[in-house]
RNA sequence: GGCUGGGUGGCAGAGUGGUUAUGUCGCGGUCUGCAACACCGUUUACGCCGGUUCAAUUCCGACCCCAGCCUCCA
């Protein structure tokens, strides 16, 4: 059996995926900040971990995935000033930010369900977990890794002689770049673990702990929900990628020195989805979400199965004429398989390429390509079909389920059609082509199939 | 300015020290009354300059450019 091997961040290289216990594999991904939608950039992060999870599944490991919610705490700025994104999110929505909190949520679990993304075996919220949080700061507190400033408890980062290996920060660098405020922090990497609630500020969100009302930092929360719910030391942790050097390397930080272990096996980062006009910041409000898509006429797989095209750990360029080519391209695919009838055996010799390419650190391009090659090849169609059936339960593109759209045709433009039908008998070919443009000029395309016409809408 | 990664055919995107990626667009052909659909074929690409090598797009070094992070962000 072919071994799957993953690229892990924090080594820098691929390795095999050995369980840490047995044979189950915890999977901790983080999830987005629900101060408002997400965008298809976010999208693309959670498309590889769902490839991720179906390769790992595929392999034969018995998967746990936990995925967070944040639902406080994720401040305007990762250098700890700056408001509660959510606090932010519920004046902009005029929602309260519970309300506000279990709106996004909701919406964001629509998008995952609508490109065939298998929910987490546990969602978990930061705000369901605050004495978890509360506990770790204590256990930090109590061997020496805190301070307070007047805004908070904050984390000595000096006091790691690793801090930073998983980014490879320069610290140095990072001084000589002088970009970040530093306040009261002693050190530009230190980070808020609780914030204190402002007298003035009126929060939403707050709760009391030993060093006064407030709210934990964005950090705290993944180190002590992902020890809760698959321990200290866990399989694969993942992320996007912009997560590296700050929040990823703080849980590390913060594991490490509370519960004196690794926190994940593996680090693993989807790369980001690249526009060259559109905006990708989620927070400046503007950006392209999943319904955005769908209003401009692309399935939500069609997205999926443009995400299929690239690898994880490579930027994809996102423009509308790449996702116009993935829709040919999975309608194409589509219709051949729905050609071919019942599914036969599986071919093995396709089989074997397929996951030859998966196993190696999700090779998702290039299996995608020998479905491409299989397609095309001799072999018999009940064999294609088998074949490409079992690829999608890795490509998750519903390709079973998928049948040719039933297409309304208005009255008059079928009158058009027999007309057409009987010039043709006629040959009068003249007054079929004729037709043929009006029935265009209505928003249809005739295809002649044999003796049958086909009618599709423009 | 610092750090991390990347520059491949019209577009997107794999991969490799000497061997076909793949998809899409365009073009040619088969099919068709003509088309469309489908199928077949197809232009032959690896930022720039040096170096290593029998051989480099693939390894090494400099340079240029791009992206991400250091500010919100998957």
């Not at 805190?146 to 000096?158: L, Q």
């Amino acid at each position: 059996m072919t071994q799957l091997r993953l690229f892990d961040t924090y080594e820098r290289k691929i390795r095999d995926l050995v369980p840490l216990q047995g044979n189950e594999v915890g999977l901790y991904a983080c999830g987005p900040t629900v101060y408002n939608y997400v965008h298809i950039g976010n999208l693309r992060t959670y498309i590889f971990e769902d490839l991720l999870r179906r390769t790992i599944e595929h392999a034969g490991f018995e998967l746990k995935h936990v995925m967070n919610i944040t639902d406080v705490g994720h401040l305007t700025s990762d250098a700890d000033s700056g408001e509660d994104k959510m606090e932010v999110g519920s004046r902009r929505s005029g929602m309260d930010a519970w309300g506000m909190a279990e709106f996004y949520t909701a919406a964001f679990k629509n998008d995952l369900e609508k490109l065939n993304i298998y929910p987490p075996h546990i969602w978990c919220k930061a705000t369901d977990h605050i004495a978890e949080q509360i506990s770790m700061i204590q256990e930090l507190e109590g061997k020496g890794y805190t301070y307070p400033t007047s805004d908070g408890i904050y984390f000595n980062s000096r006091k790691l002689s690793n801090y930073g290996h998983l980014a490879r920060l320069n610290i140095e660098g990072l001084l000589a770049g002088a970009r970040v405020e530093q306040g009261e922090r002693q050190y530009v990497t230190d980070f808020a673990l609780w914030k204190f609630s402002k007298p003035d500020e009126n929060r939403q969100m707050e709760w009391d702990s030993p060093w006064g009302v407030g709210f934990p930092g964005w950090h705290i929360e993944c180190s002590a929900m992902s020890a809760k719910y698959l321990g200290d030391f866990f399989d694969i942790h993942c992320g996007g990628k912009d997560h590296i050097p700050i929040h990823h390397t703080n849980e590390i930080a913060q594991t490490e020195a509370s519960r004196g272990t690794r926190l994940a096996n593996f680090w693993m980062h989807g790369y980001f989805l690249e526009l060259q006009n559109e905006k990708m910041s989620k927070s400046s409000g503007d950006f392209l979400q999943l319904i955005s898509l769908a209003d401009a006429g692309f399935d939500p797989l069609v997205y999926r199965y443009f995400c299929l095209t690239a690898h994880y750990r490579n930027e994809l360029s996102f423009s509308w004429e790449g996702l116009v080519a993935a829709k040919t391209a999975l309608n194409r695919l589509y219709e051949a398989a729905y050609e071919w009838g019942e599914p036969g055996e599986v071919s093995e010799h396709y089989r074997a390429r397929f996951v030859e390419h998966l196993y190696e650190d999700l090779n998702v391009p290039r299996a995608l390509a020998a479905a491409w090659e299989l397609i095309r090849s001799d072999e018999p169609n009940d064999v294609k079909k088998a074949t490409l059936l079992e690829f999608d339960e890795i490509f998750g593109l519903d390709i079973a389920s998928w049948e040719p759209e039933e297409v309304s045709v208005p009255v008059d433009v079928q009158q058009l059609v027999t007309a057409r039908e009987q010039a043709r008998l006629d040959k009068d070919w003249s007054q079929a082509d004729a037709l043929r443009e009006k029935i265009l000029a209505l928003g249809f395309i005739i295809e002649d199939a044999g003796d049958k016409t086909k009618i599709k809408p423009v």
